[in-house]
């Protein structure tokens, strides 16, 4: 039985294929009660506190749900917002003030913790929060996550070492570089790659000093790995059942306020029984990677094999620590802190993602941003540019190759769903205007409503300038905040100015070196009569 089944919506079903009436049905399923007084219970997919006072504020439930219901009851129920996202895909409009997001983790001042700050490794240094340094102070540990790695296509042997070393080199132009940083990883919480290997960086690091919390911007996927953690070692084996996961979409923001679940303490008997599984586990999955070798010889596959991990549990109530007091089963329906299993636990809080001012996330609709934001692993396309011409992404970006001695290599990483268009630079205020809101862009999408509130491209003032390092090396990239990145190309020791333009000029950043220097010799051959080349294999390290 879903949430909703307690509100009667039949005098909807004759506005179906109303737009109106629907959308209408989103905001105000049900009917607010602003005098209700606002629950203690928090919604188990987003952390905000239930009420019925107003949908534009987060964890409402309509009146004829919330009202009536004792805390036990409301602990199994999700907010309007969790409940849409979950079951059909739909943003429902709610309204934050940036300066509660920084309120919110100021409690991270006041106890002995461990800060996780999770950063998009397809969009750094965009991604990067360096204010997290003056919340928590220089002192306080930190352990920086790169998350979506199984999306980068590999370049050649090593690449996994040179994105971790890329990232490094960006946290050390951040007031990031005066922070306790103990270590950092490369993760997929989507596919479980390396998040066995955080685990026993938390433990090793950490082991049960305090609590931990996991913060960072929007979308970077922190309610992913708050999802996987909940399902492993790290969650105190009594609450894996009891505990709501946390809303996962694409949409930026979609975890209001703190969730969390008791960690597991790291005794020396469960450690060793941990340490016993991981070494069994890793004898399989060597023998599946050469399998899966063997299997890929001789061919050359259209993809290369994902980043995969496998997260496991090596605890359940049935086997549990001979040294513990309580080792009974518990039928816990709702968790308690103040239970004797919980009551003295350290915990692993979820936060809101902070808005960031360099994304462009939050200019987009919801159709956008599932074009915008990829969903599989990224195909680098490049491009043969002269000086004069100009690329867009979408409608989203644009390159001006302003000058150069000879044509250099554009190598562009962004979502498959964006087009990529090369004209000459001279039209290209012309071109843009003309087929903006079509399909050749495909976003901004929406018709002439959405077309009179988009903002446009603005350009960054200040040109970049690059300097070859040969035709198999890539000399720099220009990061495009959400966008994605292009990676320059050109003849040793040529050099090569270059203009970008976003929306609002938003997240513009040239880095060096290349997150994939490389990656220009994953082309295929070059199309007839075009600048472009054929999208090539890629290289994978798990294969």
């Not at 929060?129 to 998350?147: A, E, L, S």
């Not at 599946?288 to 980043?307: F, M, N, S, T, Y």
């Not at 003295?344 to 001012?357: K, L």
């Amino acid at each position: 039985m879903t949430n909703y089944e307690y509100f009667d919506d039949t005098k909807y079903k004759d506005f179906e294929d109303n737009d109106e009436v629907n959308n209408e049905w989103h905001s105000y399923y049900g009917t607010p009660d602003p005098l209700a007084a606002v629950s203690t219970v928090p919604c188990g997919g987003c952390g905000a506190l239930l009420h019925c006072s107003d949908p534009a504020i987060p964890g409402y439930l309509p009146s004829e749900i919330f009202k009536g219901r004792d805390n036990d009851e409301l602990k199994t129920i999700e907010c309007q917002r969790c409940h849409f996202l979950k079951e059909y895909n739909i943003a429902l409009d709610v309204s934050v003030d940036p300066e509660e997001y920084e309120k919110l983790l100021q409690s991270i001042k006041h106890v002995k913790s461990l800060v996780l700050l999770m950063v998009d490794l397809l969009d750094f240094p965009c991604s990067l929060w360096p204010g997290i340094v003056d919340i928590i102070g220089t002192k306080r540990p930190i352990i920086v996550v790169g998350n979506k790695v199984d999306l980068l296509p590999g370049d050649s042997v090593g690449y996994l070492k040179r994105i971790r070393e890329s990232l490094i080199t960006e946290l050390k132009k951040t007031k990031l570089s005066e922070a306790n940083i103990q270590h950092v990883a490369l993760i997929s919480a989507k596919t479980g790659y390396g998040v066995e290997d955080l685990i026993s960086a938390l433990f090793k690091n950490w082991l049960y000093k305090g609590d931990v919390f996991l913060v960072g911007t929007t979308n970077v996927g922190k309610s992913s790995l708050f999802n996987a953690l909940l399902q492993s070692d790290y969650c105190k084996v009594h609450a894996v059942d009891i505990i709501k996961r946390a809303t996962v979409s694409r949409w930026p923001g979609t975890t209001l306020n703190l969730l969390k679940f008791p960690i597991n303490r790291p005794s020396g008997w469960k450690i060793y029984q941990r340490t016993r599984r991981l070494q069994s586990e890793s004898k399989i999955m060597k023998i599946e990677k050469d399998i899966r070798k063997g299997q890929l010889h001789g061919q050359v596959p259209r993809e290369a094999p994902a980043l995969i991990g496998h997260i496991g549990r090596t605890f359940s109530e049935l086997y549990e620590d001979p040294n513990d007091t309580i080792a009974e089963k518990r039928n816990l329906m709702v968790l308690d802190e103040k239970h004797e299993l919980f009551a003295r636990s350290r915990w692993f809080y979820d936060t809101p993602g902070v808005i960031h001012p360099d994304q462009v996330l939050s200019l987009l609709s919801t159709e956008e941003l599932l074009l915008t934001i990829p969903k599989r692993l990224i195909r680098s396309q490049t491009y043969y540019i002269h000086k004069g011409n100009t690329i867009f992404i979408g409608g989203l970006a644009r390159i001006d190759h302003v000058t150069s001695c000879e044509p250099c290599r554009y190598t562009i990483f962004s979502s498959e769903t964006l087009p990529i268009t090369v004209v000459n630079t001279e039209y290209a205020n012309e071109i843009y205007d003309k087929f903006l809101g079509t399909e050749l862009f495909a976003v901004p999408s929406g018709g002439e409503e959405r077309l009179n509130t988009w903002p446009g491209l603005t350009k960054r003032v200040e040109l970049f300038e690059f300097t070859g390092e040969g035709f198999r090396v890539c000399c720099g990239d220009i990061v495009l905040s959400s966008i994605g990145w292009v990676s320059l190309t050109a003849r040793k020791g040529a050099r090569c100015k270059v203009r970008a333009w976003t929306p609002e000029g938003r997240g513009i950043h040239k880095r060096y070196p290349s997150l994939l220097p490389y990656a220009v010799n994953l082309k295929g051959k070059r199309v007839r009569d075009t600048p472009a080349y054929m999208v090539g294999k890629t290289f994978s390290e798990n294969k």
